[in-house]
């Protein structure tokens, strides 16, 4: 079982820029499928990126491709998303997750991820 915490929310004006970093617990940590997920207040838990285990293969929602970037690093056991031209609707609480089985674009539902961080606040301002 892998345990997760995020790092580097905060606030932040529309067109700036952020860095998440989500730190795993674990020596097997390049054994999961990461993903990235955000919700905003009143709504659903959404997909924003994940990364193949040996980050060959990285798969970002339409709405921040070209603005996220999704790393990670199997020796320090982190994964980071590097959110750049940031907008007022980027607001919400981050959350990375962590998947043994699945793999690629077909595997990024929320309901495949059954490990994931406490959160961390992005706040955006016009």
């Known amino acids: 079982q892998v345990q997760l915490v995020e790092s580097g929310g905060g606030l932040v004006q529309a067109g700036g820029s952020l860095r998440l970093s989500c730190a795993a617990s674990?020596?097997?940590?390049?054994?999961?499928?990461m993903g990235w997920f955000r919700q905003a207040p009143g709504k659903e838990r959404d997909w924003v990126a994940a990364?193949?285990?040996?980050?060959?293969?990285?798969y970002y929602a339409d709405s921040v491709e070209g603005r996220f970037t999704n790393t990670r690093d199997n020796v320090k056991n982190t994964v980071d998303l590097q959110m750049n031209s940031l907008k007022p609707e980027d607001k919400a609480v981050y959350y990375c997750?962590?998947?043994?089985?699945?793999?690629?674009?077909?595997?990024?539902?929320?309901?495949?991820?059954?490990?994931w961080g406490q959160g961390t606040q992005v706040t955006v301002s016009s």
């Open positions: 997750a962590a998947q043994l089985q699945g793999s690629g674009p077909h595997s990024v539902d929320r309901r495949s991820f059954p490990y």
């Open positions: 674990g020596r097997t940590f390049s054994s999961y499928f």
């Open positions: 990364i193949s285990r040996s980050a060959g293969s990285i």
